[in-house]
């Protein structure tokens, strides 16, 4: 008897798959049309002309954000850019050749310089000589809290003391107290993994995110917290799993505040996918995916899998499947699955580094 009835339920989840997945496919963009870390506007132009070999679109746009004080866009240009130098230099070459004091094309190659270290075997001794790269880019422009982001970084790689990073990190804010990237960089400075613990990291991470403005990623740093304990520890006790969940709920009304398919907050919402599905919440991570669109990102995925795009499309499909399973296999028309409605967002100006 009980084995038919085991049977007898498998039998049911497989037909509420089959009815209701198909549906459950409905404001998900076809597989063809996601894309993985989908430059905006403004990057794709500068990344065209660089692929060309001319430099000035990125000079141009790097330059606006540096005269705006666009400090979230800058940081997230520049990691973009420096990572398509990291294969293809010749127009950064050429750009440092004809302005080498220029502190846009100083900013790109200190941070080309801190990714290649990071990836060498000697990453310490490696950051370590790239140290003055960094010093030069914040000197040429001293208002920018960019190249401070990667000293945090620089000093996580060198095992910086938690003295010579508190002095870094003030540095950082007071150029810009609540750039996303910066607090990233402090967030994975004082996780597990390296020099801090799971309460220390959520602990700064919440603060944060309490002090943070209206719309600004910072508000999703506890969710940043989260996926790292997620990361490092398979089972959570009932007051980690309650932080975690009190993260991902922030996130999700962050999330909230922006529209649809919005480019901005993009990362968020995969990070914040991911999270949801760690805590089986399906229906809200299925949602994700929805508000998410087309604008599948390399993290987190990228820690899952050397495909992070293929990781991301087979994630949404088995949440779907999860989705369906749990739905009733029979429903009155009124009471059948429909994406959640939301208000329309204003999506605020500003980025962070990807």
Known sequence: MVRTMSLFRALISTARMVRH??????????????????????????????????????????????DAAEWENRDRYVVRLAAFAYNRGDWLARWLADTPHDPDALLVKAELAVRRAWESPARAEQLREVGPLIGAAAEAAPRDPVPWRLALDHARGTHATHTAFEVLWEQAIRRSSHHYGCHVAALQYLSAVWYGSHRECFDFAERAAEDALPGSLVQALPVRAAFTQLQTEAVANSVQAERIDTAADRAVALSAAY????????????????????????????????????????????????????????????????????????????????????????????????
């Open 259 to 354: 529209g649809a398919g919005d480019p901005w907050p993009a990362e968020v919402r995969n990070l914040l996918a991911y999270v949801l599905i760690a805590r089986g919440r399906w229906a809200e991570a299925l949602e994700q995916f929805r508000l998410i669109g087309p604008y599948a990102t390399s993290f987190p995925w990228s820690r899952l899998t050397d495909d992070p795009l293929g990781s991301f499309l087979e994630t949404r499909d088995g949440v779907r499947i999860e989705v369906a399973s749990t739905m009733p296999l029979r429903q009155p028309s009124a009471q059948r699955f429909r994406p959640i409605r939301r208000q329309p967002g204003r999506s605020p100006s500003g980025g962070h580094y990807a």
């Open 21 to 66: 997945t198909p549906r459950l496919g409905d404001g998900l963009p076809p597989d063809e049309s996601v894309l993985l870390d989908a430059p905006d506007g403004q990057l794709g132009p500068a990344l065209i002309a660089a692929a060309l070999g001319d430099h000035q679109p990125a000079a141009r746009l790097l330059a606006a954000t540096r």
